[in-house]
T-cell receptor, first 119, second 115 residues
Framework: GAVVSQHPSWVICKSGTSVKIECRSLDFQATTMFWYRQFPKQSLMLMATSNEGSKATYEQGVEKDKFLINHASLTLSTLTVTSAHPEDSSFYIC???????????????FGPGTRLTVT | AQSVTQPDIHITVSEGASLELRCNYSYGATPYLFWYVQSPGQGLQLLLKYFSGDTLVQGIKGFEAEFKRSQSSFNLRKPSVHWSDAAEYFCAVGAWIQGAQKLVFGQGTRLTINP
């Protein structure tokens, strides 16, 4: 149980275009979803936290207008990279947590990641 | 502020040898601790977690970790590594930050296995 999928697994887009990445919890309702960015050989950098039906909360330094997050349902969140540029190329990972009560609510289930390359 | 330190960026061990990956945390309250593993180009998989109780926790793939409050540590161990254990390992602490339950990750330790 607790499977999270991401689509696409990799995408190449041209500079100036937008790309959307989907994150789905397949067998549970995700009260909170997280979007991370990971540079090669580095740790995960949290970009934003979103709750279903609410606006996402972005981490300091993350451009809200460039990285649009929509958490439309308890099983789906999307990240749209708008007007992408080569410096946006990265590995994007989503995760989800569920309302389990107590410390289990901290546990996050991760998707397989999306490799974005902007040319 | 909460933080996680993994002192070893890269560790190399021989197949069949024992392994210990270090993790130190800084958190004011009772820590909720996690170890995740990431294979190249993949997401993160939970190896084990500690919430309370027995300070030695067992996880998947033969891994275990010991919580030591006095040392603020949560080191990951495996008695005998396999070539398939080569991956990146992340220690994390659960923290209530800006109204949300988040994970604070360490920098990761890359494990290489020599045949």
């Amino acid at each position: 149980g607790a499977v999270v999928s991401q689509h696409p697994s990799w995408v190449i887009c041209k500079s100036g275009t937008s790309v959307k990445i989907e994150c789905r919890s397949l067998d549970f309702q995700a009260t909170t979803m997280f979007w991370y960015r990971q540079f090669p050989k580095q740790s995960l950098m949290l970009m934003a936290t979103s709750n279903e039906g609410s606006k996402a909360t972005y981490e300091q330094g993350v451009e809200k207008d460039k990285f649009l997050i929509n958490h439309a349902s308890l099983t789906l969140s999307t990240l749209t990279v708008t007007s992408a540029h080569p410096e946006d190329s990265s590995f994007y990972i989503c995760s989800a947590s569920r309302l389990a009560g107590g410390p289990s609510s901290y546990e996050q289930y991760f998707g397989p990641g999306t490799r974005l390359t902007v040319t | 502020a909460q933080s996680v330190t993994q002192p070893d960026i890269h560790i190399t061990v021989s197949e069949g040898a024992s392994l210990e990956l270090r993790c130190n945390y800084s958190y004011g309250a009772t820590p909720y601790l996690f170890w995740y593993v990431q294979s190249p180009g993949q997401g993160l998989q939970l190896l084990l977690k500690y919430f309370s109780g027995d300070t030695l926790v067992q996880g998947i793939k033969g891994f275990e970790a010991e919580f030591k409050r006095s040392q603020s540590s949560f080191n990951l161990r495996k008695p005998s590594v396999h070539w398939s254990d080569a991956a990146e390992y992340f220690c994390a602490v659960g923290a209530w930050i800006q109204g949300a339950q988040k994970l604070v990750f360490g920098q990761g330790t890359r494990l290489t296995i020599n045949p």
